[in-house]
């Protein structure tokens, strides 16, 4: 059972260029999440999805975007990477909102 | 909108003895409530959650964790701490809401540290 996959673990950004962080899960699962992990901080939720085509903002959206084109896959897009957005980041889906959430096992990010 | 105070960025206690990691939220009706444990470069996994019924829940190795509306509070317990019980403890709220139930919200974290 795969549940919830992310790639790439660890990645190094120059400030300034774009890249995608891939989220997969194979639960069939309506909900897809993506947060942020700084210390002290918890998670913050960055954008999410109720469904194919249907995305929303979340608590920390700003400087990145999100599709949703499969129920599948829920791809985060830095579209020019800060430093600020050093950070582990987790995707997570969910059969329904208010019902338990299944993680990834997270991408490390650096931007220098 | 809801809110999740986990009190405590660290809380130590010796194998063996009791663990108690405190989490208080806002809301106005009651929220689904879950407790999620992160082991140190893993993603987090669920401990146990709360929706309806039995304020008492119980979950994974050996965790529990009381509802009690009138405290607006969550705590999760273990009578007896292990070595592996060390990691970081989440506590997350999902509100009601006219068009149904909100995405969670997190805690900041506690870690937890178990000493011999």
């Known amino acids: 059972n795969a549940g919830v996959t992310q790639t790439p673990k660890f990645q190094v950004l120059k400030t300034g260029q774009s890249m995608t962080l891939q989220c997969a899960q194979d639960?069939?699962?309506?909900?897809m999440s993506w947060y942020r992990q700084d210390p002290g901080m918890g998670l913050r939720l960055i954008h999410y999805?109720?469904?194919?085509?249907?995305?929303d903002q979340g608590e920390v959206p700003n400087g990145y975007n999100v599709s949703r084109s499969t129920t599948e896959d829920f791809p985060l897009r830095l579209l020019s990477a800060a430093p600020s957005q050093t950070s582990v980041y987790f995707c997570?889906?969910?059969?329904?909102?208010?019902?338990?959430?299944?993680f990834g096992q997270g991408t490390r990010l650096t931007v220098v | 909108a809801q809110s999740v105070t986990q009190l405590g960025s660290h809380v130590s206690v010796s194998e063996g003895a009791l663990v108690l990691l405190r989490c208080n939220y806002s809301?106005?009706?009651?929220?689904?409530l879950f407790w999620y444990v992160q082991y140190p470069n893993q993603g987090l996994q669920l401990l146990l959650k709360?929706?309806?019924?039995?304020?008492l829940v119980k979950g994974i190795n050996g965790f529990e964790a009381e509802f009690k509306k009138s405290e607006t509070s969550f705590h999760l317990t273990k009578p007896s701490a292990h070595m592996s019980d060390a990691a970081e403890y989440f506590c997350?709220?999902?509100?009601?809401?006219?068009?149904?139930?909100?995405?969670?919200?997190f805690g900041k974290g506690t870690m937890l540290l178990v000493s011999p």
């Open positions: 997570a889906s969910m059969r329904a909102l208010g019902t338990e959430a299944f």
């Open positions: 639960m069939n699962h309506e909900y």
């Open positions: 999805s109720v469904g194919a085509g249907i995305t």
């Open positions: 809301s106005s009706v009651p929220p689904y």
């Open positions: 709360y929706t309806t019924g039995a304020t």
């Open positions: 997350a709220v999902s509100d009601p809401g006219n068009s149904g139930y909100s995405t969670l919200t």
